[in-house]
């Protein structure tokens, strides 16, 4: 088959060789794989089988207006398998469907019905128009609202819904996913993975199987089944490849249905360090001093998913130890900590960043870390614990280190405050990192050199050799050219001379002013000792 698809120009050599890594390892037929990368069309695919099974291709103008087919067989037998019956005669049964691959399906028909079947293939937007016809609920058919959500579950049980979603899960502990996307279109659903920040599309789900998904994510995550209305939040916890995994999932209506969003989570302790973050060593230094102070705040920057809790977590590590109590508290909690106490806030009975900060402070602990500071109430109560002798590191939503301070005095915090309270303030990035096994040496041209400003930054971070790379992509990075991410920061301790300013200017953002590397430049020293690309400092 794979020849079809090349002979006709469908595919290249390359694409075949990721789909056959792909294949080796996850199993599936290569023309849905092609599919469900978005190389092929459905018309190209149903083309090839066409020719390779010799089986027709469906022509509408060869039958009867589209209708009901009537036979012994339930409805709900052609909806789960997305086959249908489009004509039936004495002795044969024509069918229509986008898989040949149902041999065991093919052999029930015909026992069931003592006919031959003739198959037709065609695509899944054709196959929903005869869905349609089999969905109706007739007249007078009196479904009751409970015997419904009896049927969903009875779906969401059966061995090809549990098998799949399975596999999905497991498939994404074994490429490093963060987040699987479920998202719910008119014709099924798509699945995507998102590996190293980025969105990869890994396979389709047809209508046929759509509300049975749902109904298992559901199920799975303790949301109400029900309820396709208005948003939920659950928790699923499984274990894959002997690896305890922790997911966090929404889901929230659309116009053609629900869609999910699972955040994977691992339950096992992490024993990160600054060391092994892929940090220069004078921001290194930097954060280790920050870490000697008996007491202060420590902020630290960005959006979601950049970072911002591995960094914390990693100077939790080091800080752990039998003469210091540490208490965390987070929402949610995401990855075990050995030694130190972590706390769950649940904002559903009133338990908020606040109130258990107020709770802490009598459990005797050196240093707290808190989730997040998304209010007044919780600034306060953390510069409240910095002044009385505790440690405390926390994160905010600002897009530089020195937007932190800003954002506190925004909300209503007193210069005075900040200046007797924080220590340092951090924001961070994640960019991806190149491929060890297949990067490719680069060339830095003088355009590029300069357009970077390189010598200039070398002046003031000089590197031993510039080693440029770009990436190409091989089996172990699955065709990406990138593996992990790794964190490119701006720090400034909270000087005299950055107190200065902002008792000038409430606004203040010049970091260039007060002599530390921004976070543009830190992404540039970390391209020119070749661990990320020229492309990935695009979005600095």
């Given at each position: 088959?794979?020849?079809?698809?090349?002979?006709?120009?469908?595919?290249t050599e390359l694409e075949l060789e990721k789909v056959y890594a792909v294949q080796k390892e996850y199993q599936g037929h290569i023309g849905t794989i092609l599919l469900n990368w978005g190389i092929i069309t459905q018309e190209q695919l149903i083309e090839v089988y066409s020719e390779y099974f010799s089986i027709p291709v469906f022509n509408s103008d060869d039958f009867d207006d589209i209708k009901k087919i009537e036979t012994t067989i339930p409805n709900e037998f052609w909806l789960k398998y997305n086959l249908f019956p489009i004509?039936?005669?004495?002795?044969?049964?024509?069918?229509?469907?986008?898989?040949?691959?149902?041999?065991?399906?093919?052999?029930?028909?015909?026992?069931?019905?003592?006919?031959?079947?003739?198959?037709?293939?065609?695509?899944?937007?054709?196959?929903?128009?005869?869905?349609?016809?089999?969905?109706?609920?007739?007249?007078?058919?009196?479904?009751?609202?409970?015997?419904?959500?009896?049927?969903?579950?009875?779906?969401?049980?059966?061995?090809?819904?549990?098998?799949?979603?399975?596999?999905?899960?497991?498939?994404?502990?074994?490429?490093?996913?963060?987040?699987?996307?479920?998202?719910?279109?008119?014709?099924?659903?798509?699945?995507?993975?998102?590996?190293?920040?980025?969105?990869?599309?890994?396979?389709?789900?047809?209508?046929?199987?759509?509300?049975?998904?749902?109904?298992?994510?559901?199920?799975?995550?303790?949301?109400?089944?029900?309820?396709?209305?208005?948003?939920?939040d659950g928790r699923i916890s499984i274990k894959v490849g002997g690896k305890d995994i922790d997911i966090r999932a929404s889901s929230i209506p659309t116009a053609d249905g629900e869609s999910f969003v699972l955040r994977l989570l691992g339950k096992q302790a992490v024993t990160y360090s600054l060391s092994h973050l892929d940090f220069f060593e004078d921001h290194i230094e930097i954060l280790r001093d920050i870490m000697k102070k008996p007491n202060g705040i420590f902020l630290t920057t960005g959006p979601t998913g950049s970072g911002?809790?591995?960094?914390?977590?990693?100077?939790?590590?080091?800080?752990?130890?039998?003469?210091?109590?540490?208490?965390?508290?987070?929402?949610?909690?995401?990855?075990?900590?050995?030694?130190?106490?972590?706390?769950?806030?649940?904002?559903?009975?009133?338990?908020?960043?606040?109130?258990?900060?107020?709770?802490?402070?009598?459990?005797?602990?050196?240093?707290?870390?808190?989730?997040?500071?998304?209010?007044?109430?919780?600034?306060?109560?953390?510069?409240?614990?910095?002044?009385?002798?505790?440690?405390?590191?926390?994160?905010?939503?600002?897009?530089?280190?020195?937007?932190?301070?800003?954002?506190?005095?925004?909300?209503?915090?007193?210069?005075?405050?900040?200046?007797?309270?924080?220590?340092?303030?951090?924001?961070?990035?994640?960019?991806?990192?190149?491929?060890?096994?297949?990067?490719?040496?680069?060339?830095?041209?003088?355009?590029?050199?300069?357009?970077?400003?390189?010598?200039?930054?070398?002046?003031?971070?000089?590197?031993?050799?510039?080693?440029?790379?770009?990436?190409?992509?091989?089996?172990?990075?699955?065709?990406?050219?990138?593996?992990?991410?790794?964190?490119?920061?701006?720090?400034?301790?909270?000087?005299?001379?950055?107190?200065?300013?902002?008792?000038?200017?409430?606004?203040?953002?010049?970091?260039?002013?007060?002599?530390?590397?921004?976070?543009?430049?830190?992404?540039?020293?970390?391209?020119?000792?070749?661990?990320?690309?020229?492309?990935?400092?695009?979005?600095?």
């Amino acid at each position: 088959m794979e020849e079809l698809f090349l002979k006709k120009g469908y595919c290249t050599e390359l694409e075949l060789e990721k789909v056959y890594a792909v294949q080796k390892e996850y199993q599936g037929h290569i023309g849905t794989i092609l599919l469900n990368w978005g190389i092929i069309t459905q018309e190209q695919l149903i083309e090839v089988y066409s020719e390779y099974f010799s089986i027709p291709v469906f022509n509408s103008d060869d039958f009867d207006d589209i209708k009901k087919i009537e036979t012994t067989i339930p409805n709900e037998f052609w909806l789960k398998y997305n086959l249908f019956p489009i004509k039936e005669d004495r002795d044969y049964i024509y069918l229509l469907t986008n898989d040949p691959y149902n041999i065991k399906v093919f052999s029930f028909i015909e026992q069931e019905l003592q006919k031959e079947i003739k198959l037709f293939l065609t695509t899944t937007q054709i196959l929903d128009e005869y869905r349609v016809l089999y969905e109706e609920i007739e007249e007078g058919d009196g479904i009751e609202y409970d015997e419904e959500i009896d049927k969903l579950k009875e779906l969401a049980s059966e061995a090809p819904i549990i098998q799949k979603v399975n596999a999905i899960f497991s498939r994404a502990v074994g490429m490093r996913v963060s987040d699987i996307h479920y998202e719910s279109f008119k014709n099924g659903m798509h699945v995507r993975f998102r590996i190293d920040g980025k969105l990869q599309l890994i396979e389709r789900i047809n209508s046929a199987q759509k509300a049975s998904i749902i109904a298992r994510l559901k199920l799975l995550s303790s949301m109400n089944i029900a309820e396709n209305r208005l948003p939920q939040d659950g928790r699923i916890s499984i274990k894959v490849g002997g690896k305890d995994i922790d997911i966090r999932a929404s889901s929230i209506p659309t116009a053609d249905g629900e869609s999910f969003v699972l955040r994977l989570l691992g339950k096992q302790a992490v024993t990160y360090s600054l060391s092994h973050l892929d940090f220069f060593e004078d921001h290194i230094e930097i954060l280790r001093d920050i870490m000697k102070k008996p007491n202060g705040i420590f902020l630290t920057t960005g959006p979601t998913g950049s970072g911002k809790t591995t960094t914390l977590y990693s100077i939790l590590n080091e800080l752990n130890s039998e003469d210091t109590k540490i208490i965390t508290v987070e929402d949610p909690v995401e990855y075990e900590l050995d030694g130190i106490s972590q706390i769950q806030v649940k904002s559903e009975i009133d338990f908020t960043f606040a109130n258990a900060l107020r709770s802490i402070l009598r459990q005797d602990p050196d240093v707290i870390m808190i989730g997040e500071i998304r209010d007044e109430e919780t600034a306060r109560i953390a510069i409240q614990s910095a002044l009385t002798g505790h440690l405390v590191l926390s994160t905010l939503h600002t897009n530089s280190a020195l937007g932190a301070i800003s954002r506190l005095l925004d909300i209503g915090i007193e210069m005075f405050l900040l200046n007797s309270s924080i220590n340092a303030v951090m924001a961070q990035r994640l960019v991806r990192k190149l491929c060890p096994a297949c990067k490719k040496p680069s060339h830095l041209s003088e355009e590029i050199r300069e357009g970077l400003k390189v010598d200039k930054l070398l002046k003031s971070y000089p590197i031993e050799e510039i080693t440029v790379f770009e990436p190409h992509g091989c089996e172990e990075c699955n065709f990406t050219g990138y593996k992990g991410r790794l964190p490119v920061a701006e720090i400034i301790p909270f000087d005299n001379k950055v107190k200065s300013e902002f008792e000038k200017d409430e606004n203040f953002s010049d970091i260039e002013k007060l002599g530390y590397r921004s976070l543009r430049e830190d992404g540039i020293l970390k391209y020119l000792i070749g661990l990320t690309s020229l492309q990935e400092l695009g979005a600095l």
